[in-house]
């Protein structure tokens, strides 16, 4: 997948937005601090007079003017500075503040792509196409734990399918504020429509909103695309996809086991698991399978992988959609 050009305009124009709306911003802190210390608009009228006046003694060859500038400039500066502070403001309030300080807002760091552009990039590519529709469903605010049975201890947990739900979101909100240079990984585990993969969309929006770079793939998608690659050529479309897939902050895999599984997909599963975890990205895995299940379907690699570096969430209850569909809801 690559860029269309109106997919290319349209990160570019927001680029061009968010400069507008950055200088807005800049002048209305501007304004609101002439406002509150008028001696500051003095300081700025004085800094733009000397370096106006240094400039035209340099045109007439003085050869002191430019150390001179510097040093008058600097002053004034610093007494803005002492004046803002005094205030309780910020030294840089009336400086451009960036969302992107690293690219200023333009998307390219010396001629390169700057990483918030390649965000927005896979949003649009493929987070936007499998994702972000079925996000605005299901997420944190719309999920319900009525769904959950609060009647029934389930033998060996000691609490009903609701209070274990309730720890289950629970750690994913924290995983989600714990989301960082280091970001860990979950595996969803539990029988057919118990909400894991609800979950895992709501942890998906969550961090989308933060802007993380988020792809989610269903496994039978996620294995063709490394089938694919495995063929294909450095400079692929499927080629990026794949860089991208093993790079984004969240990588989801849906219903990991429904695949058609063998040594290849077990292999490449490995690579890509471990490929993440040395890069430090966030995983989360949603399986019907059992631990036992999963041992028996990938290799040892795969599985120690998982259970030394996953936080393992079992999540119980009745089928969701099953009783949505009796209640006539879906
Ligand atoms: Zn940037």
């Given at each position: 997948m690559a860029l269309s050009n109106s997919q290319y305009d349209s990160i570019i124009r927001e680029y061009g937005r968010q400069q507008l709306q950055n200088k807005h911003e800049q002048d209305k802190r501007v304004e609101e601090i002439y406002r509150v210390i008028p001696a500051i608009r003095e300081l700025d009228d004085a800094i733009s007079t000397t370096a106006v006046d240094s400039a035209r003694k340099m045109l007439a060859g003085d050869g002191e003017a430019l150390a001179r500038m510097k040093a008058a400039l600097a002053d004034l500066r610093e007494q803005k500075e002492i004046l803002l502070r005094s205030k309780g403001?910020?030294?840089?309030?009336m400086e451009m503040h960036y969302r992107c300080p690293d690219c200023r807002d333009t998307g390219y760091v010396n001629g390169k792509k700057c990483h918030c552009f390649r965000k927005a990039q896979m949003r649009l590519l493929y987070a936007q196409s499998n994702i972000e529709e079925v996000v605005k469903r299901e997420n944190f605010s719309s999920?319900?734990?009525?769904?959950?049975?609060?009647r029934t201890v389930i033998p060996g947990l000691g609490r009903t399918a609701r209070e274990h739900m309730r720890q289950v979101v629970e750690v994913c909100r924290q995983y989600i504020r714990e989301f960082g240079e280091n970001k860990g990984n979950i595996l969803l585990t539990g029988?057919?429509?118990?909400g894991k993969t609800f979950l895992a969309n709501c942890v998906a929006k969550e961090l989308m909103d933060r802007y993380y770079s988020v792809i989610y793939l269903s496994a039978c998608d996620l294995f063709d695309i490394f089938s694919k690659t495995k063929f294909g050529r450095q400079g692929d479309e499927d080629c990026d996809l794949y860089g991208d897939i093993l790079d984004c902050d969240l990588l989801v895999i849906d219903d990991l086991g429904t695949e058609l599984n063998n040594s290849f997909t077990s292999s490449q599963l490995f690579y890509c698991l471990n490929e993440r975890l040395n890069r430090k990205k966030g995983t989360v895995i949603s399986t019907n399978l059992s631990l036992n299940a999963l041992r028996d379907t990938y290799t040892e690699r795969v599985t120690s992988r998982i259970m030394s570096y996953y936080r393992i969430l079992p999540v119980y209850g009745d089928d969701i959609r099953l009783r949505k569909r009796q209640e006539g809801r879906e």
């Open positions: 403001y910020p030294p840089d309030y999920f319900s734990y009525e769904y959950y049975d609060d029988s057919t429509g118990v």
